[in-house]
């Protein structure tokens, strides 16, 4: 009987105890910052816009477009995820907009510079990544807004996350 007792107690302690790591995920809200080096906190990671400057050069690249511009993003991701492993990230996990564009937005161009983020990397507990997210854009553009969407493994959409800032333009 004793046993029958204990392991009932033992039963309740582990359902106790899964009830209280539940994950609590919270989903539709809008969180916003503008400007250079300002901070955004999500269920993964903090990240910020360290810097943003318009060229019609890099690494001896042009778009194809003589109306556009590469608009280089030097972001810096720090991993804060409360799990002990890294976490995965995607060169698509940040997109782009501008007023002009509307409810549209872009995703940076595939890796040809050498400060370009990769197209996958991971980031440890503790640790951050700094490097360069571009994308093509009008010339006639000079404010943006760098965006991330939380999206889980089992496809849950969180919250969003949005840093606006006006690029430098390059010296003539």
Request: negative net charge.
């Amino acid at each position: 009987m004793k046993q029958l007792g204990a392991l009932l107690l033992t039963g309740c302690m582990l359902f106790a105890l899964a009830a209280c790591n539940t994950e609590t995920r919270s989903s539709g809200e809008l969180y916003e910052a503008e400007g250079f080096e300002q901070s955004l906190s999500t269920a993964f990671f903090d990240f910020q816009v360290n810097s943003a400057s318009l060229v019609t050069q890099l690494e001896e690249y042009e778009p194809s477009d003589p109306n556009n511009r590469f608009l280089v993003v030097n972001i810096t991701v720090q991993n804060t995820f409360t799990d002990d492993s890294s976490i995965p990230m995607f060169d698509t996990d940040f997109v782009l907009s501008w007023p002009d564009l509307g409810e549209d937005s872009i995703y940076c161009e595939d890796n040809f510079a050498s400060t370009q983020l990769p197209e996958e990397y991971e980031i440890f507990k503790g640790e951050s990544r700094t490097g360069d997210l571009v994308f093509v854009v009008p010339s006639s553009q000079t404010n943006f807004t760098l965006e991330y969407l939380e999206i889980y493994e089992d496809e849950f959409e969180g919250n969003t996350f949005k840093i606006s800032f006006d690029a430098q333009q390059e010296a003539q």
